[in-house]
């Protein structure tokens, strides 16, 4: 019996040479060995409604343990269906057009893996959140970067159109966004759905943060606009609205004709999504209290924490949803953003993500983001930390 693991000598050809250990682990890990303020992962640090912890167990301690349905739960795609129509207008088939999956991230990656071939290209905006690159490597595609313009984070339509070529598979958009707290409008909706009429381009629209826009503007999904609509993958997360990041959950809304392809990869690659959570998650959604009053929950967290940096050197840029707040700062210093995160870090207990992180080349601007997903007395600390420097 050997005593270690024998290495693999070949030579691999890796489908991701660039990837390394994502920052989210390495800025966790640091501000944990550090014992600082963490404002840097993406995820609440207080916990997820008692009610559906108690859902889950009684779902649990019922017997529903066994495989659910490959789509996933009746009555959950029916609640996520009725969402739909009520936020956005838009009738989604419960039973051919609604999928739930493990997470938001799988359900872009399946939808990337069901469309692109290789030599395909898609389209991703930049700064980008983490996963859409390899995603699309993965499958063999290629991504085409179109850069959002510093410092509201908008988009230059003229330049999709100039990136749009006849190997354009996919587009893949983000708003509410991650990293930049930006939103798309309606008038940017509108402007792809023109681009994209009389193309056979396929969009994933991550709208994870569909519940978290503020100062009493609406989300605008794709949903809404029926030539995006026909031609879309729209990803949403339970983990985002409800607090719970680490049950990986989520679903997808497409077209039946999409999403029958979407589902042929699915049933082969997860085949289903944990079923207690889905019976407790469609329990839960019949009261749309949650979602719907979740932006004031994070308006709320975000005016805090901006009220706590009023006096500092830091300049806010604006964080118009998710739960992001991004700082600016050129008073403080020309260091590199992430040599600042980590000294920061270090020197004086408080962590957050640099936002250069989400670019493949570092841009000029140097920005850190803050997650204010957070207690006001961890906020409160933060800030009073940021406020000294
Ligand atoms: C833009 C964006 N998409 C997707 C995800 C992942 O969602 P999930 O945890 O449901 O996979 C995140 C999480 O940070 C995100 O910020």
């Given amino acids: 019996m050997p005593t270690t693991m024998p290495s693999y000598s070949r030579p691999i050809a890796s489908k991701l040479p660039d990837v390394g250990t994502t920052i989210f682990t390495v800025m966790s890990r640091l501000a944990q060995e550090h014992n600082a303020i963490n404002l840097s992962q993406g995820f609440p640090d207080f916990d997820c409604a008692k009610e559906l912890r108690d859902l889950v167990t009684k779902y649990i301690n019922a017997g529903l343990n066994q495989y659910p ?8 795609r029916e609640c996520i269906s009725e969402k739909a129509e009520s936020l956005y207008g838009a009738k989604y088939d419960p039973e051919h057009e609604v999928t739930v999956t493990p997470g938001a991230t799988y359900g872009i990656f399946n939808a990337v893996a069901t469309m692109v071939r290789p030599g395909d290209e898609v389209i991703l905006f930049e700064p980008a959140y983490d996963s859409y690159a390899p995603a699309v490597q993965v499958a063999g595609g290629t991504p085409v970067y179109v850069q959002l313009r510093y410092p509201d984070y908008s988009i230059d339509w003229n330049e999709v159109q100039r990136a749009i070529t006849p190997k354009t598979r996919m587009i893949l958009i983000n708003t509410p966004n991650n990293p930049t707290a930006s939103v798309l409008s309606g008038e940017d909706l509108r402007m792809l759905e023109s681009l994209l ?4 381009i396929t969009v994933v629209s ?4 569909e519940h978290i826009v503020f100062d009493g503007h ?3 999904s794709v949903a809404s606009f029926p ?3 026909e031609r879309s993958f729209v990803v949403s997360s339970f983990g985002k609205t409800y607090h719970v990041t680490g049950w990986k959950m989520g679903y997808v809304l497409a077209p039946k004709e999409l999403m029958n392809e979407f589902r042929k990869v699915h049933q082969f690659n997860v085949f289903v999504t944990n079923g207690p959570l889905q019976h407790a998650l469609a329990e839960f959604m019949e009261n749309p209290d949650a979602y719907l009053s979740l932006a004031a929950f994070y308006q709320k967290k975000r005016d805090f924490f901006l009220q706590g940096v009023k006096g500092s050197r830091f300049k806010p840029l604006p964080s118009r949803g998710t739960f992001f707040q991004n700082l600016a700062y050129d008073a403080i210093s020309d260091e590199k953003d992430t040599d600042l995160a980590v000294r920061l870090t270090k020197e004086k207990g408080i962590a957050s993500i640099p936002v250069s992180v989400f670019y493949r080349r570092p841009p000029q601007h140097r920005v850190l983001r803050f997650c204010f997903a957070k207690s006001e007395e961890t906020l409160a600390k933060g800030a009073e930390i ?3 420097i």
């Fill in 227 to 229: 030539g995006l609509a």
């Fill in 206 to 209: 991550d709208e994870v943060y």
């Fill in 69 to 76: 349905p490959m789509a996933g739960v009746m009555r959950l």
């Fill in 218 to 220: 609406r989300h605008q």
């Fill in 386 to 388: 940021l406020s000294k």
């Fill in 197 to 200: 009429r009389n193309t056979d």
